[in-house]
């Protein structure tokens, strides 16, 4: 078992910055990836951003240049640092976990809201 807790949202202007982070309790020297993906309104939920155990990274080409996913293994938690923040990342931002080849264990959620 693996329990994430998101936090950091919150609302910003456009072109600014937010720090996500998902604190990971649990089983967590068995996690394999951790993800991060947003859904807005009327929208399916996207990966944003990825992360290995062994460090690899990746992106959807939406973020790359802006965003950048990160970890700390003292803390057991992953960032999402997001800069040049634009409306469309408007969203609920979910920590993913996953432990192949079970299904992912997710967070709650956390909210960010971007104003033009």
């Known amino acids: 078992q693996v329990q994430l807790v998101e936090s950091g949202g919150g609302l910003v202007q456009a072109g600014g910055s937010l720090r996500l982070s998902c604190a990971a309790s649990?089983?967590?020297?068995?996690?394999?990836?951790m993800r991060w993906y947003r859904q807005a309104p009327g929208k399916q939920r996207e990966l944003v951003a990825a992360?290995?155990?062994?460090?690899?990274?990746n992106y959807a080409d939406s973020v790359k240049g802006r965003f950048t996913i990160s970890r700390d293994n003292a803390k057991n938690t992953v960032y999402l640092q997001m800069n040049s923040l634009k409306p469309e990342d408007t969203a609920v931002y979910y920590c993913?976990?996953?432990?192949?080849?079970?299904?992912?264990?997710w967070g709650q959620g956390t909210q960010v809201t971007v104003s033009s």
């Open positions: 649990g089983s967590i020297f068995s996690i394999n990836v």
């Open positions: 993913s976990a996953y432990i192949l080849p079970r299904p992912a264990y």
């Open positions: 992360i290995t155990a062994g460090g690899s990274t």
